[in-house]
């Protein structure tokens, strides 16, 4: 998963170049792809994509993507716009939440976790939904009549 991560983040900053490449970017496209996989129930197939990268007898055409490539720039047009969205609120400002001396750590306040986890799906992918609504596996509940 780490390559489309990468690939993502790409996307991300050619989309918005003066964005800055740090944890708090990482932290923001880790959520996006986590919810939108959540959202269209793809989750399970991180799994076998990890396994078809590790068998070197498949091939890269025949992946299985738990994002597919339609997504993916989509997805950084989403992470482009929650990042903007939390730190226009913070006033462009991230509040720093804990300093560390000797391992020189700063960690900033939860301002994406908190946007993350009160957004709703429609809310988070207003501008993508009609694409991911695409995207959607079904859930299949066997009948135990």
Same mark, same amino acid.
């Given at each position: /998963?780490?390559? *489309?991560?990468?690939?993502?983040?790409?996307?991300?900053?050619? +989309?918005?170049?003066?964005?800055?490449?740090?944890?708090?970017?990482?932290?923001? *496209?880790?959520?996006? %792809?986590?919810?939108?996989?959540? &959202?269209?129930?793809?989750? =399970?197939?991180?799994?076998? &994509?990890?396994?078809? %990268?590790?068998?070197?007898? @498949?091939?890269?055409?025949? &992946? #299985?993507?738990? +994002?597919?490539?339609?997504? =993916?720039?989509?997805?950084?047009?989403?992470? #482009?716009?929650?990042?903007?969205? #939390?730190?226009?609120? +913070?006033?462009?400002?991230?509040?720093?939440?804990? *300093?560390?001396?000797?391992? =020189?750590?700063?960690? &900033?306040?939860?301002? @994406?976790?908190?946007? /993350?986890?009160?957004?709703?799906?429609? =809310?988070?992918?207003?501008?993508?939904?009609? %694409?991911?609504?695409?995207? *959607?596996?079904?859930?299949?509940?066997?009948?135990?009549?």
């Amino acid at each position: /998963m780490e390559d *489309i991560t990468d690939l993502i983040k790409t996307y991300v900053l050619i +989309i918005d170049p003066t964005l800055t490449d740090d944890d708090f970017l990482d932290f923001c *496209i880790g959520d996006v %792809i986590d919810r939108a996989l959540a &959202y269209t129930n793809r989750e =399970q197939l991180v799994a076998q &994509y990890e396994e078809d %990268i590790l068998d070197t007898s @498949v091939k890269s055409e025949d &992946y #299985v993507l738990p +994002i597919p490539r339609p997504l =993916q720039r989509a997805l950084a047009r989403t992470v #482009v716009g929650v990042y903007k969205t #939390v730190f226009e609120s +913070i006033d462009g400002d991230r509040a720093v939440n804990a *300093i560390e001396d000797n391992g =020189q750590k700063v960690s &900033y306040a939860n301002e @994406v976790a908190s946007f /993350m986890a009160t957004s709703s799906d429609t =809310q988070l992918f207003s501008g993508i939904k009609d %694409i991911l609504d695409k995207f *959607i596996i079904p859930t299949i509940v066997e009948n135990t009549y």
